[in-house]
């Protein structure tokens, strides 16, 4: 009775192990965006790990190293920290910040997804003395956290698309050459493990800029250096596993580069600009392609200062403000456009200084960032205005002291930890 007991407990066992390895529910193989499952392009900025995330109601995002909520409906921040005695980003004591449900602490260069009802972070990990970096997954009001991954290098850039976590990860190696990868890790497989999807082959290469659209994950591979000034848009299939240049007729080391892409109704845009020694563009040609970059189509031109930006609604044509052709600041402004590049609508940008970023967003907010030396700001625009006639009002969503946003900490044994 005893052994028959005992192997009915071990059946149990394996059938709930069998369950947690494909929890998560089967995920879908369309070459689209689907809500909920896939990474969201809409949120990606080039050359920065994403600081904002969308849920059902509402926004999170990132100030340095404190974590923020937003309602959709009223719009107002608020500190993802409920304990009542915490006084959060006002706290001087670096042994006690790490008390504060909100701090996390990402050496001022965070991460954020939303993906299946909870938030992901990276974070160093607590009391570790050579700063490690781990994978977190925290609970949607900030009270629980897990740790899912500990890397062996901080990655620079980062996306979660269809249950999976890729990344890319650098080092040196006995002769101090660059090694340099990505990684893939299956966040619904139990006791997974990172696999290498893909190894870059330049000389002192590096890998940057990974988003994700439909089965496509694109990324950047270049290498800046005495013998080489190359920049190579790549894009992987993550159900061949093959990866390929998605633009193959551009050639860095003459002056021309493409632009980051774009995608808006299935479809990439983006620009190829031929520069000059001192920064300034001789020609600029806009084209559209398919998602493997196919079928490449000459279509509308945009200025020679603009790159493009896209949601799921809208194509944009973003002045870039501190480009060397940049237009005066009272001419400089965010366009949105049609199909056939009409601008239907426009948002003035050049009184917002040169520090910030366009965050496309969803159906409902486009959010810009900025920073000087003492504040970091977000504004938002209501999509309702854009095809309305009349000015976009811009409001401010958000404002910090930079001096609030890192707070000094201490590592290893000297922590203060409270419940």
Known sequence: ????????????????????????????????????QDSQFMYFSQGSSPIMAEAENGYYFFSGSYLYYADKNTMKPVILCNKPNCIHDRENDPKKVYNCNAFFSNDASPFISYYNGNIYVISIILGSSNQQTELLKVSSDGTKRKSILKFDVKPMSLTIHRGKLYYEQAAYDKNQNSVYSIKEFNLNKFNAKPKTIYTGTLEGGHIQDLMCYGNNLYFLEFAHNENSFTDIHMRYDILTGKANRLYNDIDSDDLEFASYPSIHNGKIYYSVSKYNMDGTSQT????????????????????????????????YSNDII????????????????????????????????????????GDLHLFITTSTKDKFQIFYADKKQFTKTGKIEIKTFFEMDIDRMTPAIVTGNDLIIEN
Not at 5 to 29: A, D, E, F, P, R
Not at 324 to 335: E, G, H, T
């Open 284 to 315: 600029k040609n806009s084209y559209v392609c398919n998602l493997d970059g196919s079928n490449k189509k000459e279509i509308f031109s945009i200025d020679k200062d603009s790159v493009f930006l896209s949601d799921q609604q809208y194509l």
């Open 322 to 361: 501190w480009s060397a052709d940049a237009k005066p600041k009272d001419q400089q402004k965010l366009r949105i456009l049609d199909n056939n590049g009409k601008v239907i609508n426009s948002i003035d940008t050049g009184y917002i200084n040169d520090n910030s970023s366009v965050i496309c967003g």
């Open 1 to 36: 009775m005893k052994y028959l007991k005992n192997k009915l407990i071990l059946v149990y066992i394996m059938t709930l192990l069998i369950t947690l390895s494909g929890c998560g529910g089967k995920q879908s193989t369309e070459n689209t965006y689907i809500k909920d």
